[in-house]
């Protein structure tokens, strides 16, 4: 019977969020309340036994050799900081020079602006942000493309595809939802997948490099010969940067932003402290040395409503979790699932559910995927001898075709911006994305990610 509880408990998130009648948030908390009171009314437990269901969840559990398994607090604190500290990093100006060093360089030559475009997405998407991402770059960059008469539907996929890989940076998003569900802190899903975010980021920059080969010949442009856009229009892209929250830039800052910056990314990776630690930190030094108390809290206040709307979900996801876990529905419905599953088949599912799975990840809320799809499956790979973190590495196999999704809100900013319809757009974009989803399942392969 808990089986069919927990059957219920995904069924009716999956519903309330793929139907909108509630936001991610509450379709997790709501689901949770009512597939723990059937669970209890099915064992016989208290009701009580909710709120340590969900306690479980949110902060941690021990088992009964003493191993602890942390809950989704550590994942959500540690994504509110992140987005913050990114956000306030675009406010100081901290890429600004990048930027606008990129756009001067690339003068009139269309090879030299699609590279510098795709370079300066990558830049602007740090902040795991899609919308300003999209903002930002084709407010530079959409005039220069309709100036020398470049292909729009080039520009899309210099920006959209970057932000694919910019998801995928611990404050993304679906690294702290994974983490959620395996139980282990994010830093330690990121390292084990940056070698494929790499890959797919080298991948970007070559196809940039083709595409930008292919306009020089379609627009008969010869190197080296006079430039099709004027000093002054070159000065305006770099105004679109720079003239970005103008009054909250600090540019005498600069080498201080800079190397605490990078010094931030290397603890990160190198897993000094957790990420959570480490952003709660940095975020109080960078806003103590570049604000005053007054800019403080505006600063706090103007970067908010991003950082709490990513990190509630999270703990949400902790409530949906601790009752899906700790109820006993986890493993009911795991055994159920894999009395299913032919023992031949069982140590192929990371590949199998690679393959699927991106499917269910394109067509799916992301909230629906990794808090509704992905707990599923982790329990029922556990019958088979795969753990945990080998089948969330291949649950992010789908990332590479994630934004060419319908259920992406933001992605219909870019095709509005770049002038295509969402028909063009799923075309163009499945084109160049499907190499880099191979891409992303060999480079997992060959490092041993999850087996074939």
Not at 305 to 328: K, P
Not at 348 to 363: L, S
């Amino acid at each position: 019977m808990l089986a069919f509880t927990a059957y219920f408990m995904i069924i009716l998130f999956l519903v309330l969020v793929c139907s909108k009648k509630m936001s991610a948030f509450t379709g997790l908390i709501i689901s949770a309340i009512v597939a723990g009171i059937i669970a209890c009314l099915v064992t016989g437990a208290p009701f009580t036994d909710i709120f340590d269901w969900i306690k479980g969840g949110l902060f941690y559990t021990t088992d009964a050799e003493g191993s602890v398994s942390l809950g989704t607090v550590n994942s959500g604190i540690m994504i509110l900081f992140a987005v913050l500290y990114f956000s306030l990093m675009m406010n100081v100006g901290l890429f600004d020079p990048l930027c606008t060093f990129l756009i001067r360089k690339a003068k009139g030559d269309p090879l030299k602006v699609m590279m510098v475009t795709v370079l300066v997405a990558s830049v602007v998407t740090l902040d795991g942000d899609g919308t300003t991402t999209i903002l930002i770059v084709t407010a530079a960059f959409l005039p220069l493309f309709k100036k020398m008469q470049m292909k729009l539907s080039y520009l899309a996929m210099m920006i959209i595809l970057p932000c694919s890989i910019g998801n995928c940076l611990p404050w993304g998003g679906p690294l702290a939802r994974a983490a959620s569900v395996i139980g282990v802190d994010v830093n330690v899903i990121f390292r084990a997948f940056l070698p494929v975010l790499i890959v797919g980021e080298i991948y970007i920059i070559i196809l940039a490099y083709f595409l930008g080969k292919s306009e020089r010949k379609r627009l008969g442009y010869v190197p080296n010969s006079n430039e099709i856009i004027t000093a002054e229009q070159i000065e305006e892209m770099c105004s679109t940067i720079t003239e970005t929250d103008k009054e909250c830039k600090r540019p005498k800052l600069f080498i201080f932003n800079l190397v605490f910056t990078v010094a931030l990314l290397v603890a990160l990776i190198m897993g000094l402290a957790s990420g959570a630690q480490l952003f709660l930190i940095g975020t109080a030094i960078v806003l103590a040395v570049n604000y005053s108390f007054k800019d403080q809290r505006e600063r706090i206040s103007a970067n908010g409503g991003d950082t709490i709307s990513v990190a509630v979900i999270i703990f949400a996801a902790g409530c949906f979790m601790g009752v899906l876990t700790e109820s006993g529905m986890a493993d009911a419905l795991a055994a159920n699932m894999a009395s299913l599953i032919p023992e031949s088949l069982g140590s192929h599912i990371p590949i199998i559910f690679a393959i699927i799975g991106a499917v269910a990840c394109w067509a799916l809320p992301v909230d629906a995927y990794y808090f509704g799809i992905l707990p599923v499956i982790v329990p029922i790979a556990a019958e088979f001898g795969i753990s945990g973190m080998q089948i969330t590495m291949a649950a992010f196999m789908g990332q590479a075709i994630r934004y060419g999704s319908p259920t992406v809100a933001w992605l219909f900013l870019l095709i509005d911006r770049t002038e295509m319809n969402f028909g063009d757009y799923l075309k163009t974009f499945m084109k160049y994305a499907l190499p880099m989803f191979a891409l992303f399942i060999i480079t997992a392969l060959v490092l041993g990610l999850f087996p074939l």
